[in-house]
């Protein structure tokens, strides 16, 4: 059943992506006869915008659309608006361009990433206006709506109660993303290969998704409600409910919606003897059936699966590989920490070298002294928006956010502790790479590392 569930799920997504390739080059042919030879046209519009509001280095981002075309706008005024508001604006349109990153390997086909959200056009906004004639917002994102306005008062409520940088990062891991951190402190987290803990990245979502679920199973476990088939479901809803409010909360965003997905197939879909490879496959499978252009062209998506399989297929080997060594005086939860690591990087590590050409080499020290702080901040950080406990929390916390900046700041300046590769290198380690994980792959079928 398994076998015949996964084929189909590969003939389905692979239609899907041959029609959403039609859909595209049908757009981009009509963008060519648009704009002939021109790069920039003018254009005046009545805009309404579709998404969050981003305001950083001075200028200001959002989604927006008017009768024809779905537009990624920038303005370089900071503008007093919000989702669902219509604006009549002026500028330039053009179409996205391949950006070509120098001495890496890759180039990021940014049309296509755009047009995983229906996106053809960016629109630099010379001048604006807010105007009242709006059309009605409908009925879900008159609730999406709601959440963001409470995701701004949070958000307002942290960058009360702590200084910056630590605001930045509190409100990052629990609600906000990296919109908050200065490109300073981003260069500097994704050099000690940071970055994935520092936004409300999959790993994060996923903590806070267990917690939502263990706080569930607890109630259900003190209120003694009996285990039967319709406590089980209203259980599971209950906690859709939930982890659907925190989505809308956050804005959303591709590794927040995939932790929903992954989460919605594990209550509802999934055993839980269901082999993780395979689950894993699946949910990979069904979200390509759904925005192909998400799965082949976003990156976060990418990295997403090379840590998760990673995860699945050699965290249990570096376990054991630790355990069975001279290294098993280490204790259990820095040896999980170390197997963890080194498991997500076993495909992390060449996609990151064919994207940005470029290694930390104390990947390994900053994941072990930093990773077991981070859920103490967003514990902390939750807690700190508590009137009685806040100021506790937040004194605790500060000296937690405190040590994270001093670890990160030394393990950056470390001598030949962040690497960057040319294109000639970069494929030569790349190869070389390839052809061990070859042979590690053909010896873990025979090896039994307690022998």
């Known amino acids: 059943m398994k076998f015949y569930i996964f084929i189909t799920l590969i003939i389905i997504s692979s239609l899907a992506t041959y029609r959403s390739y039609n859909i595209f080059n049908g757009k981009q042919k009509n963008l060519v006869e648009k704009f002939l030879e021109k790069k920039l046209l003018k254009l005046e519009t ?45 500028g330039n349109i053009s179409r996205p361009e391949i950006k070509k990153s120098g ?39 008159k609730v999406k709506l709601f959440f963001l ?9 942290f960058l009360q109660k702590y200084d910056q940088p630590y605001a930045g990062l509190v409100a990052g891991v629990l609600i906000a993303g990296k919109g908050l951190m200065n490109p300073e402190t981003l260069e500097i987290f994704k050099k000690v290969s940071l970055s994935h803990v520092i936004v409300l990245s999959g790993s994060n979502v996923s903590i806070i998704i267990f917690n939502i679920k263990y706080i569930f199973d607890s109630i259900f476990i003190i209120v003694k409600i009996r285990e039967n088939l319709l406590s089980e479901i209203i259980r599971k809803f209950l906690i859709l409910i ?33 082999d993780q490879f395979y689950a894993l496959t699946i949910v990979v499978l069904i979200m390509t059936i759904i925005n192909p252009f998400g799965s082949i062209y976003d990156p976060s998506f990418h ?32 040896r999980e920490i170390i197997s963890v690591t080194l498991a997500t990087q076993v495909f992390v590590f060449p996609y990151i070298i064919f994207m940005s050409g470029s290694f930390s080499t104390v ?24 009137p009685i406990i806040g100021g506790l929390c937040i004194l605790v916390n500060n000296l937690i956010l405190k040590t994270i900046f001093y670890l990160v700041k030394v393990m950056s300046e470390i001598p030949g502790g962040y690497i960057v590769f040319d294109k000639k290198l970069s494929l030569v380690i790349l190869l070389g790479y390839s052809l061990v994980l070859i042979l590690l792959i053909g010896r873990l079928r025979n090896v039994d590392l307690s022998k």
């Not at 579709?50 to 927006?64: C, D, Q, R, V, Y």
């Open 46 to 90: 009545i805009v309404q915008i579709k998404s969050e509001i981003s305001n950083s280095n001075f200028k200001t981002t959002f989604i927006g659309e008017d009768e024809d075309y779905k537009y990624k706008v920038t303005s370089s005024e900071i503008l007093d608006i919000t989702f669902g508001d219509c604006l009549k604006v002026s």
């Open 103 to 141: 001495e890496t390997l890759y180039n990021f086909p940014y049309t296509e990433y755009l047009a995983k959200d229906n996106i053809y056009l960016m629109y630099k906004v010379v001048s604006s206006e807010k105007i009242s004639e709006c059309p009605t917002l409908s009925h879900y994102e």
């Open 149 to 157: 306005n409470q995701k701004i008062n949070i958000t307002k409520i």
């Open 242 to 274: 939930s982890i659907t409010s925190f989505v809308l909360l956050t804005g959303g965003g591709a590794p927040i919606y995939r932790a929903f997905f992954s989460s919605f197939c594990a209550l509802v879909i999934f055993k839980k003897d269901t």
């Open 303 to 334: 990295l997403t699966c090379c840590a998760t399989y990673g995860l699945i297929l050699f965290s249990k080997y570096f376990n054991q590989l630790i355990i069975y060594s001279w290294m098993n005086f280490i204790p259990n939860f820095i």
């Open 363 to 386: 990947f390994l020290l900053s994941n072990i002294l930093v990773l077991p702080l981070i859920p103490f901040i967003m514990l902390f950080g939750f807690l700190s928006l508590f």
